[in-house]
T-cell receptor, first 116, second 117 residues
Framework: AQSVTQLGSHVSVSEGALVLLRCNYS??????LFWYVQYPNQGLQLLLK??????LVKGINGFEAEFKKSETSFHLTKPSAHMSDAAEYFC??????????????FGQGTILTVHP | NAGVTQTPKFQVLKTGQSMTLQCAQD?????MYWYRQDPGMGLRLIYY???????DKGEVPNGYNVSRLNKREFSLRLESAAPSQTSVYFC????????????????FGNGTRLTVT
C-alpha cells in the first residue's frame, strides 16, 4: 500500500518569498511522484512528475521538487512566490508496478496563500 | 481541444434520489477515473477503467456504480443518494497502459459539485 502525507494544510508566504510545500510518501515499491495544483473552481493541473530519470525535477511556473529516497520526501519549492501562485497543491504517488494503470494516491492538500 | 468534460457542473439532490454524472474525454486516452474531493481529505479514487470494457473499484466505491460506455465516455451513477455523498466529483483520464501506466499523468475535468440534502 502507498500513502502520501503533506505537512501543513495551510502555508502563507509573502510575495517574493521562498515557497516550500512538504510531501512525504510511503511505498513498498519504487514510486512515481507528482505535484498537482488546483485553482478555485477548477480541476487539477500537473505541475511536475518524478519518474526516476533525475532526482531534481523542474515543472511549470518556476516550481521544482527534489526526490530524496533516504528521507522518503518530495518537497515542492519555488524561489520567489507570485500572487498568482495562490492555490491548493496536491502531492500524489503511484507505484511503479505494471498493473497500477495510472492510479494515484493523493495527499490531503496544502492551501498556499500569498500576501502582497 | 476540450480535454475532459464533465456534466453537470452543479447538482442538488434529495436523499434517496438517483443521478448520473457524465464524463467524456477527447484525447484518445485508455484509462479513465472517478475521484471525489472532500475538505482535508485530498482526492479519493471511487472507480477506474483501465480500458474500454473494464471497470474496477477504487478506495471508496460503496454507493456508486460506473459504466465505460466507449473509449471516450465514463459515467458515475448514484442509485440512492445520501448526505455523505455530498462532495466535488472529478473525472480524469490518462494514457496509462499496462507497461507505462504508473508514470502517465492524469488530466482532470473541472468537477461536479454535488449536494445531497
Amino acid at each position: 500500500a502507498q500513502s502520501v502525507t503533506q505537512l501543513g494544510s495551510h502555508v502563507s508566504v509573502s510575495e517574493g518569498a521562498l515557497v516550500l510545500l512538504r510531501c512525504n510518501y510511503s511505498s513498498s515499491v519504487p514510486p512515481y511522484l507528482f505535484w498537482y495544483v488546483q485553482y478555485p473552481n477548477q480541476g487539477l493541473q500537473l505541475l511536475l512528475k518524478y519518474t526516476s530519470a533525475a532526482t531534481l525535477v523542474k515543472g511549470i511556473n518556476g516550481f521544482e521538487a527534489e526526490f530524496k529516497k533516504s528521507e522518503t520526501s518530495f518537497h515542492l519549492t519555488k524561489p520567489s512566490a507570485h500572487m498568482s501562485d495562490a492555490a491548493e497543491y496536491f502531492c500524489a504517488v503511484s507505484d511503479a508496478g505494471g498493473t497500477s494503470y495510472g492510479k494515484l494516491t493523493f495527499g490531503q492538500g496544502t492551501i498556499l496563500t500569498v500576501h502582497p | 481541444n476540450a480535454g475532459v468534460t464533465q456534466t453537470p457542473k452543479f447538482q442538488v439532490l434529495k436523499t434517496g434520489q438517483s443521478m448520473t454524472l457524465q464524463c467524456a474525454q477527447d484525447m484518445n486516452h485508455n484509462s479513465m477515473y472517478w475521484y471525489r474531493q472532500d475538505p482535508g481529505m485530498g482526492l479519493r479514487l471511487i472507480y477506474y477503467s483501465a480500458s474500454e470494457g473494464t471497470t474496477d473499484k477504487g478506495e471508496v466505491p460503496n454507493g456508486y456504480n460506473v459504466s465505460r460506455l466507449n473509449k471516450r465516455e465514463f459515467s458515475l451513477r448514484l442509485e440512492s443518494a445520501a448526505p455523505s455523498q455530498t462532495s466535488v466529483y472529478f473525472c480524469a483520464s490518462s494514457e496509462a497502459q499496462i507497461r507505462q501506466g504508473a508514470n502517465s499523468p492524469l488530466h482532470f475535468g473541472n468537477g461536479t459539485r454535488l449536494t445531497v440534502t
